[in-house]
């Protein structure tokens, strides 16, 4: 018989949702006296995809890719931040779109969804961009890191670059404002 123990219980406690969840799971397994726990353990590696990826607060800490550093802004000095530079599209998918990376944040890549990466704004962080040669706009939230290519400040995902109308050309200038840093209870918004 599979058990789940109390120190493999513990160490999920790092993402709430996983906890809950295995604790959950244990409380069904004990009600229903199974003998195996096959059903649960697939229902929580399926699950655990949903998870926030462990950061807890902000991510801002430094980082090395390509041999150059990067320091994330602090979450004041990103509340009065806005940028107007070069933005890019790229898509994480692999193999049919069957396959997909993760962000910086740990979360699953989504194409679908209205998210970005940014070099060194703090992680999670909601920006308005603002499309240069046409007008358009839209906010985004930022989960990852990138663009690593020299004259880029943003990356988005194509849901962005068609919403921006750039998606076939590839590259757009840009605005880039920050409008909140944080997500839930760690949310901070940029003042007027």
Excluded at 29 to 45: D, E, F, R
Excluded at 171 to 188: A, I, N, P, Y
Aim: a positive charge; charged letters at 25%.
């Amino acid at each position: 018989m599979a058990k789940i123990s109390k120190a493999d219980l513990l160490s999920l406690k790092g993402d709430r949702g996983l906890y809950l969840l295995g604790r959950l799971f244990i409380e069904v397994t004990m009600l229903m006296k199974t003998k195996s726990c096959l059903w649960g353990l697939s229902v929580l590696l399926v699950l655990s995809s949903c998870s926030s990826g462990g950061y807890h607060g902000y991510k801002m800490g430094s980082y090395k890719i390509r041999g150059r550093h990067y320091q994330p802004m602090s979450v004041e000095a990103a509340l009065h931040h806005s940028e107007v530079g070069m933005a890019s599209w790229y898509d994480e998918r692999r193999w049919f779109g069957l396959s997909r990376g993760t962000t910086a944040l740990g979360e699953r890549f989504r194409p679908h969804t209205k998210a970005g990466a940014h070099t060194t704004l703090p992680l999670p962080c909601r920006v308005k961009v603002t499309n240069l040669q046409n007008g358009r706009s839209t906010v985004i939230r930022l989960n990852d890191r990138g663009p690593f290519v020299d004259g880029r400040i943003l990356d988005v995902t194509p849901k962005v670059a068609k919403r921006l109308g750039f998606k076939h050309q590839g590259l757009t200038k840009v605005r880039v404002e920050v409008v909140s840093v944080g997500d839930g209870k760690h949310k901070r918004k940029r003042r007027r």
